[in-house]
């Protein structure tokens, strides 16, 4: 059995969360949580999953490019992912009107993690 979105919020592990877009969406299910950063290619990502995972990335596999990550919304969305964590602060910071309008469209919700949060930690207690 799995958490909602909206859970995640509410997680003393994870100190510091911020939903930055995809208000929405807070009612999707988590079932099972995905590193995003362990393949080369994020835009392929998508071929790893089965719906419902909670999508994790540092921002290591794509250096902070927010057009690269933002390239995987429309799949994310279609394979049903949850939502996206993004551990913030070394390779993402600011994050750009045209990623959240995307992701408000699709009801993607869309956190923001303090890069001093572990993601171990974070990833245990989900």
């Known amino acids: 059995m799995g958490i909602c979105c909206g859970d995640l919020l509410n997680d003393p592990a994870l100190k510091g969360i911020r939903l930055v877009a995809g208000e929405s969406g807070l009612g999707?299910?988590?079932d099972w949580i995905y590193f995003g950063d362990v393949i080369d290619d994020l835009e392929n990502g998508v071929q790893w999953?089965?719906?419902n995972e909670l999508v994790m990335i540092t921002g290591v596999s794509v250096k902070g490019d927010w057009t690269r990550l933002l390239r995987t919304f429309p799949a994310y969305h279609r394979w049903g992912i949850a939502g996206i964590l993004?551990?913030?602060g070394r390779y993402f910071s600011d994050v750009?009107?045209?990623v959240i309008q995307e992701a408000n469209r699709l009801s993607l919700p869309v956190f923001t993690l303090p890069w001093e949060v572990k993601l171990?930690?974070?990833s245990r207690s989900i």
């Open 28 to 30: 999707r299910m988590v």
């Open 49 to 51: 999953v089965n719906g």
């Open 86 to 88: 993004i551990s913030f």
């Open 96 to 98: 750009p009107d045209d």
């Open 120 to 122: 171990v930690d974070a």
